[in-house]
């Protein structure tokens, strides 16, 4: 340990000796029973507690811990986490000078305590003016497989896989939007174990490997974000995908009306996925078990309880916050080629040109704050300078976009009108002046706002979603559509 530490207990700076700070933790052993080893560059405190018996915590009980101290330890992280519930394992990841390197993994006994955990602690302030941030954590056992031939069926990726890599549970491949009979070019595998699935990323991962002639694209799937049971059990909208683009909402409502007239109280449909809602609960869950698996002109859905998101948070995530696509939140651009809705942080890398263009959708980058220190080197740049993919309003991609394709910025017009009850209803026309002589002259969307963002937003996507018909280019949801279980 290091000679020196500082003890910030109850917001003190006073200098703690490593004798001090050894000290301290065996204290904290003896109070608990609980055990300590360090290896490979982290401390384990438990895993197992003293008198455990059985199987480890299923997934779903660790959570991350972000932004701790580099000067604190077990002695005063641990009591604080144990106010949220009985602690399995604590996982204080260390330097080599004796210093933490700022998170951990708690891993607790149940689900339940680990989900007070993030509603206790998350944004705690530990010491005077450190706030630590806390989240789920999960153990990752699938893969994101892309630039899969889109003829293959889910029984020839199953075998294929399962030939090149061990510990292969499962594949989940979702059918073209356009086209059922073709997969989407991309699948997700499951396999028994986050070291199984590590080691088959680690064997497929340097971008040579081949299947069936293709070079394929590997990454990790980022499982979407758990709901707690209580938010779940006052769900009532059906999220349904797989549908026929050609399927109207008209349609879904009536198929969906038929087990109990009038059970539906609306149907919002985004390409080929809906969201429908219905008045009672109980309806909502009768019609998921009637409606799963039924066919709608031609196409076998599926069905589940959609996933409530918040709304600030869709915008505003803080650590590794996930959105989950079966989210009404969610605003999808339309793509004349299947985008590749790998994970929520990162998308796959697509090409940033196709036919002399850059794409209007990016690939998402991680969210989140990094501390600003003292000192720190600025370099003043411009925002064209950028990526792509450091962008989440559709109102600056679209100004990206227009100035990667040397096209002058687009114009906003703003227009009004009154609602029934007299509110005042927005809506943007946008002019792109490098296309206004084209087909299509401006770009409006058929929805009216009540705030003036949510207008300019909604135009922006809008004349995206459009741009991206016209000119033939890729787009991926900017809204980080990733995988569903």
């Not at 951990?104 to 955990?117: G, I, P, W």
């Not at 994101?144 to 491949?173: N, Q, R, S």
Request: aromatic share 10%.
């Amino acid at each position: 340990m290091n000679e020196e530490n500082i003890d910030g207990t109850n917001g003190c700076s006073k200098v703690r000796t490593g004798t001090q700070n050894e000290a301290a933790l065996l204290a904290l052993m003896e109070k608990t029973g609980y055990n300590m080893v360090q290896e490979n560059g982290q401390r384990k405190f438990g895993g197992p507690p003293p008198g455990w018996e059985g199987p480890p915590p299923p997934r779903g009980c660790e959570v991350f811990v972000g932004k701790i101290p580099r000067d604190m330890y077990e002695d005063e992280l641990v009591p604080v986490f144990e106010r949220a519930g009985k602690i399995y394992e604590f996982r204080l990841m260390m330097e080599f000078s004796g210093e933490n390197r700022g998170y951990a993994f708690v891993m607790y006994t149940t689900k339940e305590e680990a989900q007070l955990a993030i509603r206790i602690l998350n944004n705690y302030e530990i010491r005077p003016g450190k706030f630590i941030g806390v989240c789920v954590s999960l153990d990752n056992c699938r893969l994101f497989i892309g630039a899969i031939p889109k003829e293959k069926k889910k029984e020839e990726i199953l075998d294929e896989m399962k030939k090149v890599t061990e510990g292969v549970v499962d594949v989940i491949v979702y059918p073209s939007a356009t086209d059922k009979t073709k997969n989407r070019g991309f699948a997700f595998v499951e396999y028994e174990s986050h070291r199984a699935a590590a080691m088959a990323r680690r064997k497929l991962i340097p971008g040579t490997f081949q299947l069936w002639g293709h070079t394929i694209q590997v990454d990790w799937a980022d499982p979407e974000k758990e709901v707690d049971e209580e938010t779940m059990q006052r769900v009532k909208v059906l999220y349904v995908r797989n549908l026929m683009i050609s399927t109207t909402e008209e349609t879904i409502k009536a198929e969906f009306n038929k087990f109990k007239p009038g059970a539906v109280e609306r149907v919002k449909k985004l390409r080929d996925y809906a969201f429908v809602h219905f008045f009672n609960r109980e309806d909502a869950v009768a019609a998921m078990s009637v409606m799963n698996g039924k066919c709608i002109d031609g196409a076998s859905i599926e069905v589940t309880l959609a996933k409530p998101v918040n709304k600030e948070n869709t915008w505003r995530q803080h650590l590794n916050g996930q959105i989950s696509p079966n989210s009404e939140n969610l605003i999808v651009f339309a793509n004349k080629e299947e985008s590749h809705p790998k994970t929520l942080g990162k998308l796959p890398t697509l090409p940033a040109r196709l036919n002399g263009q850059h794409s209007p959708s990016p690939p998402e980058v991680e969210r989140c704050t990094y501390p600003f220190y003292p000192g720190t080197k600025l370099t003043p740049i411009s925002m064209y300078s950028l990526k792509s993919n450091h962008f989440n309003s559709a109102v600056m991609h679209l100004d990206y976009y227009c100035n990667k394709n040397n096209w002058a910025p687009p114009e906003y017009y703003l227009y009004s009108t009154t609602s029934q009850d007299g509110k005042v209803l927005l809506v943007y026309k946008i002019v792109i002046p490098a296309i206004a002589n084209g087909s299509q002259s401006y770009f409006m969307p058929d929805k009216l706002c009540t705030t003036l963002e949510d207008a300019k937003e909604l135009a922006a996507q809008f004349t995206l979603l459009h741009l991206d018909r016209e000119h033939n280019l890729f787009s991926l949801d900017l809204c980080r559509r990733i995988w569903r279980k």
